[in-house]
């Protein structure tokens, strides 16, 4: 079964300083991986998507992730934190079920909240 | 805008009353997902559609069904509501609704129960 432990529930960052959102997944299969983020009263938008090709995934604002298999990470980084920034943080795993991956459902961490300081 | 449309925005009703909300996809992806988002529970899938047929589900209960249309816009229903169901309630949508393609999400639908 396809699962993902966000280590932190909240982290608290200071504005353009670097910022580190850590995920573990735990999956049967080559998983594909994501991160999206929700701003309050919003829904979700994807920050990028790890799906088998290169390991280093750059995404939307200036985050990436490494897909590390060896530790079975996936963490979330940006090197200056932007006001803007300040949101919810998901790290999800998609479940290829029993239609030989078309059916895709997402299984979402339990969330970090990211504040940033002026 | 990631195209998904969610409706209604807000809900309010009473216990065991029913709801429908809907949802329509961005143009061209032939599924649709829905996820339940609560405080307790966090983000769970409940119920995924492939071009009208219905393909996976989660953790959908009894009282909720849901279907999709031959226009592709889907609807969940919720019936006999209970305090509980109080939730936010997001439609998402993607291309073909495989494992490693992004899923697109509306802006949800906040269903509160009195």
């Known amino acids: 079964a396809q699962s993902v432990t966000q280590l932190d529930s909240h982290v608290s960052v200071s504005e353009g300083t670097p910022v580190l959102l850590r995920c573990n997944y735990s999956?049967?299969?080559?998983?594909?991986l994501f991160w999206y983020v929700q701003h309050p009263n919003k829904g979700l938008q994807l920050l990028l998507k790890?799906?088998?090709?290169?390991?280093l995934v750059k995404g939307i604002n200036g985050f990436e992730a490494e897909f590390k298999k060896s530790e079975t990470s996936f963490h979330l980084t940006k090197p200056s934190a932007h006001m803007s920034d300040a949101a919810e943080y998901f790290c999800?795993?998609?479940?290829?079920?029993?239609?030989?991956?078309?059916?895709?459902?997402?299984?979402f961490g339990k969330g970090t909240k990211l504040s940033v300081k002026p | 805008d990631s195209g998904v449309t969610q409706t209604p925005k807000h809900l309010i009703t009473a216990t065991g009353q029913r709801v429908t909300l809907r949802c329509s996809p961005r143009?061209?992806?032939?599924?649709v997902y829905w996820y339940q988002q609560s405080l307790d529970q966090g983000l769970q899938f409940l119920i995924q559609?492939?071009?009208?047929?219905?393909?996976a589900k989660g953790n959908i209960l009894e009282r909720f069904s849901a279907q999709q249309f031959p226009d592709l816009h889907s609807e969940l229903n919720l019936s006999s509501l209970e305090l509980g169901d109080s939730a936010l309630y997001f439609c998402?949508?993607?291309?073909?609704?495989?494992?490693?393609?992004?899923?697109?999400f509306g802006d949800g639908t906040r269903l509160s129960i009195l």
């Open positions: 998402a949508s993607s291309v073909q609704g495989g494992s490693n393609q992004p899923q697109h």
């Open positions: 999956s049967s299969y080559s998983p594909s």
């Open positions: 790890y799906t088998s090709a290169a390991t």
């Open positions: 999800v795993v998609s479940d290829p079920g029993n239609y030989g991956g078309s059916q895709g459902n997402l299984i």
């Open positions: 143009s061209g992806d032939l599924s």
């Open positions: 559609y492939y071009n009208g047929e219905e393909r």
